[in-house]
């Protein structure tokens, strides 16, 4: 069973948003990273790129698949975790914490989120 | 590692070469400058030519390709390639022909090229065929460059939409994004077919098609295929068939029947052309009527004397390859289709559904399949073994190597968790198939009672388990004595 930190929420494309301030942080599920595998290459957005809630912000491959990352909500990006340009294993061994990967100004539109619950519903649903 | 292969640098020594050139006999005349190699040179390998010849030999034979053995790649139709194509490839008229001939020298040529038009497009049920595309994904970028000038040319430029499966071939997503489009990916159902309801949620005026296989991915054919065609078409949309699996229809349903407006052909994987490392690709494409003045030039005419010629169709996307295509796989697929003749052709396809369900139904009680259906060419199934304890799709793969069998295809289609995906092609024998069933049902075995030689596979073969984390991570790409120097003193460890 992967972990779902309680304090978070969650898209159905397995990214989590953690409010911190005025800006949130954005980052993959544990779940996500388990299906993935070892990740190889991350592509991330610049600093000052905005995005609708859905769009892709950026690309990440492990050695099994390359998949899409999508802004579980609008804003535009503050900063972008630069240690992961050299090292993406992080993302693969903590990925709610040195493994984030952008943070955002939100705009206020954002996609259909869930909470901890709905999401440990959700992927159970998926029948895992 | 006694199998080591060393590297062309490590079996240099200085002074080595492998041709005498004559004393010169002439003013030496330095190169100008501009051409000279800037770098250091001094580390270049020098050999004898038998240590060339050797080392390329020896790394020769390590290869496993279809022509030593079975070779199950699901979704790429790894077929054997009869040596009938090969001497008609090489016959002079063909190889020796310049493209810059004359159309008048060249006829035979050109009428190879008209009569497989025909055939390709008898075949598929299509008016018009144009054989330029190098391989498979330039035929979609074909495709798609055909819609947007089809819809620009109807004055209908906002559409911008390309609907894409989730089971589709990477290429579909990245042809579209080529292109120009946003991809709209459309959900499957329960029983792997395009999901209705949300393919009509996602249908629009800026829809300017979908890109479907069928037989999908899951080598399974749509079942709602002409209604998925019609709300496609109704929403002033175009349908694109990826050709990937034709292998599995082929003189049973004719795509242009089915409601598709375009599709490519892979002479190298249907119409057995070489494949995988051997190539080149050719990627014919197919089309209605109404995009036939779209189509990539040239394409071949016969004029009302008879004679054939190229020509360029009024309002084509261009040319995608310089002069004809890869002339050479068009002569194979022509052999390929005259040898079989229409008859043959149906029974390739019903031979290959018929060995991707045998296959299929000798191992489903040990590999979960990821739809319980009765499967096109090729059948995908699940290595989650029941019992077996940390053991992942990867190693039933390796292992399967230890075994003397290329794997199959894994963790493709990507919506099905731990997926292996299996084409036998309708070229191999039940007694083939038998022992690729008893190896795979023999390492369901040892998944639950030994699962430590599924982790340690592969261990008969010239290498061990490759590190491709690290491959991916710490790549060396070119030769780098320190680097391959650690990389073996931690490989003997």
């Known amino acids: 069973m992967s972990a779902i930190p309680a304090d978070l929420r969650y898209s159905k494309s397995d990214e989590w948003v953690r409010v911190e ?36 912000f950026g690309v990440i491959e492990s050695v099994k698949a390359s998949s899409d990352l999508y802004a579980p909500v609008g804003g535009e990006v503050t900063a972008v975790n630069s240690d992961l340009e050299s090292d993406q294993q992080p993302i693969n061994s903590d990925p709610y914490g040195a493994g984030w990967l952008i943070r955002m100004r939100p705009s206020g539109e954002e996609e259909e989120l869930m909470d901890a619950v709905a999401y440990a519903a959700y992927l159970e649903g998926r029948g895992h | 590692m006694d199998t080591y292969e060393p590297h062309l640098y490590e079996l240099s020594a200085p002074g080595k070469h492998g041709a005498n050139l004559p004393v010169l006999d002439v003013p ?29 030999t020896r790394i020769s034979q390590r290869n496993y390709a279809i022509d030593t053995g079975f070779y199950p790649l699901g979704s790429c139709t790894m077929k054997y390639n009869p040596r009938l194509h090969e001497e008609a490839a090489r016959l002079p008229g063909f190889a020796t022909a310049h493209p810059l001939q004359d159309a008048s020298l060249s006829q035979g040529a050109l009428q ?12 598929s049920g299509f008016d018009a065929v ?28 906002q559409r911008v939409e390309v609907l894409v499966p989730d089971a589709a071939h990477g290429t579909n997503p990245a042809t579209a994004a080529m292109a120009g489009f946003k991809v709209v990916e459309v959900k499957s159902d329960a029983r792997g077919n395009v999901d209705l309801d949300d393919l009509k949620a996602k249908l629009s005026p800026r829809t300017v098609g979908m890109m479907l296989t069928n037989p999908n991915t899951l080598g399974l054919f749509e079942e709602h295929i002409v209604e998925v065609a019609r709300l496609v078409h109704e929403a002033g949309g175009l349908m694109y068939g990826d050709g990937a699996n034709f292998n599995a229809i082929l003189g049973i349903a004719r795509p242009g029947e089915l409601g ?13 052309t070489p494949h995988g490392g051997g190539g080149p690709g050719s990627g014919a494409v197919g089309c209605t009527a109404a ?11 016969r004029d009302t004397s008879g004679a054939y010629e190229l020509f360029i169709p009024e309002k084509s996307i261009g040319r995608l390859k310089t002069f004809h295509g890869n002339f050479g796989m068009l002569v194979r697929a022509w052999t390929y289709i005259r040898s079989l003749g229409a008859a043959g052709l149906r029974e390739v ?26 499967c096109m060419h090729e059948t995908v199934l699940k290595g989650q073994i029941a019992g077996a304890q940390g053991v992942r799709t990867l190693d039933i793969a390796k292992r399967l190597i230890d075994y003397g069998f290329h794997p199959p295809t894994v963790y493709f289609p990507l919506i099905v968790p731990e997926a292996l995906m299996i084409e036998p092609t309708e070229t191999e024998s039940k007694r083939t198939l038998d022992a690729f069933i008893e190896a795979m049902r023999q390492i369901a075995r040892e998944a639950v009672e030994t699962p430590d030689l599924l982790h340690q596979a592969p261990t008969k073969a010239p290498v061990r388990r490759l590190d491709e984390v690290r491959a991916a991570r710490q790549p060396v790409l070119r030769y780098d004595a320190e680097a391959f120097a650690r990389i073996r003193e931690e490989a003997s460890q």
Request: hydrophobic share 40%; net charge negative.
């Open chain 1, 21 to 56: 301030g005025d800006e949130v942080v954005i980052g993959i599920t544990d779940y996500a990273q388990e299906q993935l595998g070892d990740i190889v290459y991350l592509e991330l957005p610049r600093v000052g790129a905005t995005f609708a809630p859905g769009d892709s």
């Open chain 2, 28 to 56: 030496e005349t330095p190169l100008p400058e501009a051409l000279l190699r800037q770098d250091d040179m001094n580390d270049f390998p020098s050999l004898t030519e038998p240590e060339v010849i050797r080392h390329y």
């Open chain 2, 260 to 272: 598709f407006d375009f599709m490519h052909y892979n002479l190298h994987k249907t119409f057995t």
């Open chain 2, 349 to 374: 396809s019903e031979i290959a559904v018929l060995n991707a369900n045998y296959a299929r139904v000798m191992l489903k009680d040990l590999y979960p399949q990821a739809i319980d259906r009765i």
């Open chain 2, 130 to 157: 144009s054989l330029q595309p190098a391989a498979g994904a330039q035929g979609e970028f074909a495709g798609i460059l055909t819609f947007r000038a089809y819809h620009l040319d109807r004055n209908d430029p």
């Open chain 2, 112 to 123: 190879l090229m008209y009569e497989l038009q025909e055939y390709l497009g008898e075949i």
């Open chain 2, 291 to 301: 995009l036939t003045p779209f189509l990539p030039g040239p394409r071949v005419r």
